[in-house]
């Protein structure tokens, strides 16, 4: 079952600009920072992503919408089942989610995540 949306992450050509326009609004920083390739704000109960794109990479797209799904290898191998293409498998990542990609037919990126257990 779909739990809620953990994050929206937006492109940007200018990872510096970007960050300190979204400190001035009063997202604090919890992953990356100016000079990172991803920078992470807290937003509430969710976030606000930022990944840099070389000045020269135009994207047909706005973003992407992360969905907390507390089952995400189930969900991965359900949509597999179903004969979904999907580019990689789920993986856990060092800002600590573990996610997959997935695009809708209208190629609009999805993301399915969960927050890895804490140590």
């Known amino acids: ?46 976030f606000v992503n930022l990944i840099s794109q070389p000045a020269g990479r135009q994207w047909p797209w706005w973003g992407r919408v992360i969905f907390y799904h507390s089952d995400v290898d189930g969900l991965y191998a359900r949509l597999v089942a179903a ?20 695009t809708d037919p209208d190629g609009h990126e999805l993301s399915f995540a969960w927050p890895l257990k804490r140590g």
């Not at 004969?83 to 997935?102: Q, S, V």
């Open 1 to 46: 079952m779909i739990e809620g949306i953990s994050a929206i992450t937006l492109a940007t050509h200018d990872m510096r600009r970007a960050v300190r326009f979204y400190r001035v609004l009063g997202f604090a920083i919890l992953y990356g920072g100016e000079d990172a390739g991803f920078t992470s704000f807290k937003a509430g109960n969710s």
């Open 83 to 102: 004969g979904c293409r999907i580019a990689a498998p789920p993986r856990d990542a060092e800002w600590g989610e573990r996610f997959f990609h997935i």
